[in-house]
């Protein structure tokens, strides 16, 4: 077994401890079989197979990003385009990439999805989650799912996007679809089951349906909930136990409360906000409630077609009052909370070595220079990527 340590590292954020201080000056870390072998002073570091000299720059977590679309088509740049001169953003838009989703081929879309995956890289995300729902049938739900688990740690079926438009009419029938045969072909593939629970998509009774059918199929629950207006889907959220709660823009003191008392993670997701000119979600109220929060990207072509999670947490700072330090444990612990898993978005021993190198003495810079690419270097399952 080969170790490696990383020295030179002028400020080591490990997120190991709820309770611990701040970032670690002046550290060091020990890489051992892909894990996070040892942290702590550099004066105290242990020898090492191998060793390599940061330059005196911070070092993070790589960020989990827990929510993302990334199996399409296409782009919706016009969409945009005209929300940013007055058009308000609305669900519909979803069906233009179903569209084009269904008459692209495997290739074009494994193609699209490394794409976006190389860039999540490259920018210090780690650990992706990435969701089907624009195929909406059997075939291509399956098709998304199954091109998404080559790529991707954690996998959604999302096949209650919308209601396509080949059932605009019919909609009790897509259900009927989403929680029967469309689930038994797509569990195989998926670890989780989401909805899209808000109006022009999926209302309570049926968002109800398709989780109990999902929890039954043994999938573990997300939700977008919140997103448009409220709504009832953080309250479902909490009452199904699922995961996280995604969105989460409109909340009332009944929600907030539900979340803070639950296990369930309000998911936030800034880029949408900044892409649609929507109300920012109150992150202060939330945090100060108690209730546990993730920052993800949610990068898709219609609402928001960003997979920077740096951007992120820019945002998340700027506009959800959010303080550097609480907005970068949000992406990358919170993120994993999200995805009910303790092994990634820290550098605690044990850990899995995913990590990003700052070109930066402090993570603060994150949130202090917006937009300037800071990410030098990652680590990923203890081994540089890229």
């Known amino acids: 077994m080969t170790t ?60 989990v990003d827990s929510h993302a679309h990334l199996v399409f088509a296409g782009d919706r740049a016009q969409e ?31 193609a699209n999805l490394r794409r976006l995956t190389e860039e999540m890289l490259r920018q210090g995300t780690t650990t992706v989650e990435c969701k089907s729902g624009y195929g909406l049938t059997v075939e291509h739900e399956a098709r998304a799912l199954r091109l998404a688990r080559e790529q991707v740690e954690a996998v959604t079926y999302l096949g209650a996007h919308v209601v396509p438009a080949e059932y605009q ?17 797509c569990a195989p593939y998926a670890d989780f089951a989401d909805v899209f629970c808000e109006r022009g998509a999926f209302d309570a009774e049926q968002t109800r349906e398709i989780l109990t059918a999902a929890r039954a ?10 997103q448009l207006g409220n709504g009832p889907g953080v309250q479902l959220a909490v009452e199904f136990g699922a995961a ?28 949408v906000e900044f892409s649609t000119r929507s109300p920012y979600p109150d992150a202060r109220r ?3 409630a108690g209730a546990t929060v993730a920052i993800a990207t949610d990068c898709n072509p219609g609402s928001c077609y960003t ?9 998340a700072v700027r506009d959800m009052h959010m303080s550097p330090a609480e907005a970068l444990w949000a992406a990358t612990v919170g993120g994993a909370e999200a995805l009910r898993r303790d092994d990634v978005g ?26 300037v690419p800071l990410v030098h270097r990652v680590w990923k399952n203890g081994t540089p990527a890229g």
Not at 84 to 110: E, H, K, N, Q, W
Not at 169 to 185: Q, S
Not at 217 to 226: E, I, S
Not at 346 to 371: C, E, K, W
């Open 217 to 226: 199929k043994g999938l573990d629950l997300r939700l977008h909930a919140n």
């Open 346 to 371: 820290h550098l605690g021993v044990g850990a899995r070595a995913d990590l990003a190198v700052l070109d930066a003495p402090s993570f603060i810079h994150l949130a202090y220079r917006p937009g």
């Open 286 to 288: 939330l945090l100060d």
């Open 307 to 315: 997979n920077s999670m740096p951007f992120c947490i820019a945002v």
């Open 244 to 271: 996280s709660a995604d969105h989460c823009t409109f909340l009332d003191e009944k929600d907030i409360e539900a979340l803070a008392g639950s296990q369930t993670v309000a998911t936030l997701l800034p880029g």
């Open 4 to 63: 490696t340590l990383l020295t030179g590292i002028a400020e080591l954020t490990t997120h190991a401890e709820a309770d611990a201080p701040g970032p670690l000056a002046d550290a060091a870390l020990v890489i051992a079989d892909g894990r996070v072998a040892w942290t702590g002073p550099a004066a105290q570091a242990p020898d090492a197979d191998e060793r390599v000299d940061l330059g005196g720059r911070a070092v993070i977590p790589g960020f």
């Open 169 to 185: 009419d019919r909609p009790a029938e897509y259900v009927d679809l989403v929680k029967g045969p469309m689930l038994d072909a």
């Open 80 to 110: 945009f385009a005209a929300r940013m001169t007055g058009t308000p953003y609305s669900a519909g838009g979803i069906r233009t990439t179903v569209a084009a989703t269904r008459a692209a081929s495997d290739d074009a879309l494994r």
